[in-house]
């Protein structure tokens, strides 16, 4: 599976950005494909995830009610819309997929886009 994200970029605390994954590739129809991010220092984290089945989706609790995740069946892409940014959001984001149900969290072996840097200034 290839996985190419877009939207990173410089916003001031409060604002907004929204990025894009475009996928392709996949092996199978049924697959959990969703956002993880990595800050200096810290090890990577899953923030977001959905079900290629029945759209349902998951969310870390430190982005609930700010970062909606949403589908283009038919772009192949998937999307974060990041609102409220604070500086503690600025990390490197990775869209991922994994194959398999979602199960109500983001642990198991998933497949990596190159990531692209989201950076909040305070």
């Known amino acids: 599976v290839q996985l190419v994200e877009s939207g990173g970029g410089m916003v001031q605390a409060g604002g907004s950005l929204r990025l894009s994954c475009v996928a392709s590739?996949?092996?199978?129809?049924?697959?959990?494909i969703g956002w993880f991010r990595q800050a200096p220092g810290k090890e990577r984290e899953g923030i977001s995830c959905i079900s290629s089945v029945d759209s349902t989706t998951y969310y870390d609790d430190s982005v609930k009610g700010r970062f909606t995740i949403s589908s283009n069946a038919a772009k192949n892409t998937i999307y974060l819309q990041m609102n409220s940014l604070k500086p503690e959001d600025t990390a490197v984001y990775y869209c991922?997929?994994?194959?398999?149900?979602?199960?109500?969290?983001?642990?198991?072996?998933?497949?990596w886009g190159k990531g692209t840097q989201v950076t909040v200034s305070s």
């Open positions: 991922a997929v994994k194959y398999g149900m979602l199960i109500g969290t983001m642990r198991g072996t998933w497949s």
């Open positions: 590739g996949f092996a199978k129809e049924q697959y959990v």
